[in-house]
């Protein structure tokens, strides 16, 4: 499974972003899909996602200033965020999950892929 994501790029505190990314491939379903990031010297971190049954679970640092939007059908989910702070630039990746096909209709083994990462960088 391949996610391609885009955005991202130099903005300037208080500004706002939008990340893109769409998965591909051939898979039986996608359970959860979303935005993870890095900054330098820090582990991974999730930053927003939808869950399989629709709910939308973010980080408390972006809570209040961010939408995630999935488009199941088309496999895409889109991060938006606004009022950015330097504290934002990391790299960020685009994470699913989900079941490749089993037999039949049946979902079967399990994965889970992360995109290549867009570097977002928020100037004061």
């Known amino acids: 499974v391949q996610l391609q994501a885009s955005g991202g790029g130099l903005v300037q505190a208080g500004g706002s972003l939008r990340l893109s990314c769409a998965a591909s491939?051939?898979?039986?379903?996608?359970?959860?899909m979303g935005w993870y990031r890095q900054a330098p010297g820090k582990e991974r971190e999730m930053v927003a996602r939808?869950?399989?049954?629709?709910?939308?679970d973010y980080a408390a640092a972006v809570k209040d200033r961010s939408t995630v939007a999935r488009d199941t059908a088309a496999n895409t989910v889109i991060l938006s965020m606004n009022r950015l702070k330097p504290e934002d630039t990391a790299v960020y990746f685009c994470?699913?999950?989900?079941?490749?096909?089993?037999?039949?209709?049946?979902?079967?083994?399990?994965?889970?892929?992360w995109g290549k990462g867009t570097q977002v960088t928020v100037s004061s």
């Open positions: 491939g051939d898979f039986h379903s996608i359970s959860t």
């Open positions: 939808v869950l399989r049954n629709g709910e939308e």
């Open positions: 994470n699913a999950d989900g079941f490749l096909h089993g037999k039949g209709w049946s979902p079967g083994r399990y994965f889970a892929s």
